[in-house]
């Protein structure tokens, strides 16, 4: 294993509460962001279809799709990642340019 997956890994593994508070406000405030971007999108073709999509694809649906019905994981994590980057309004992190919450927060 990597230095940085051990380093992961030993990370998970411990307390919350060594968070420091202005990094669980950010991680607050990029999930209220992706939140608010994905309600925002949710009447674009591309999330209606998705969501069309879900239907007709049935299976037992353990997930929620914004602003929309249970689907399984994998389809609710789709739709929900091109949901919320629908209108390119979702959050850029300067040092990676690039939108890391369409990509984490639809998996999780």
């Not at 992190?93 to 927060?105: E, P, R, T």
Request: hydrophobic share 45%; proline share 4%.
């Amino acid at each position: 294993m990597s230095d940085l997956t051990e380093g992961l890994i030993a990370l998970a593994g411990r307390s919350a509460d060594i968070i420091p508070s202005r990094a669980v406000l950010f991680a607050r405030l990029s999930l209220l962001d992706w939140m608010t971007c994905g309600i925002a999108g949710r009447n674009e073709p591309l999330a209606q279809k998705l969501r069309q999509l879900a239907q007709m694809e049935g299976g037992t649906g353990h997930s929620t799709i914004i602003c929309g019905s249970a689907a399984p994981a994998r389809m609710a994590a789709l739709a929900n990642g091109a949901t919320s980057h629908a209108l390119d309004y979702d959050d850029t992190h300067f040092a990676h340019v690039g939108h890391l919450s369409v990509g984490i927060y639809p998996a999780a």
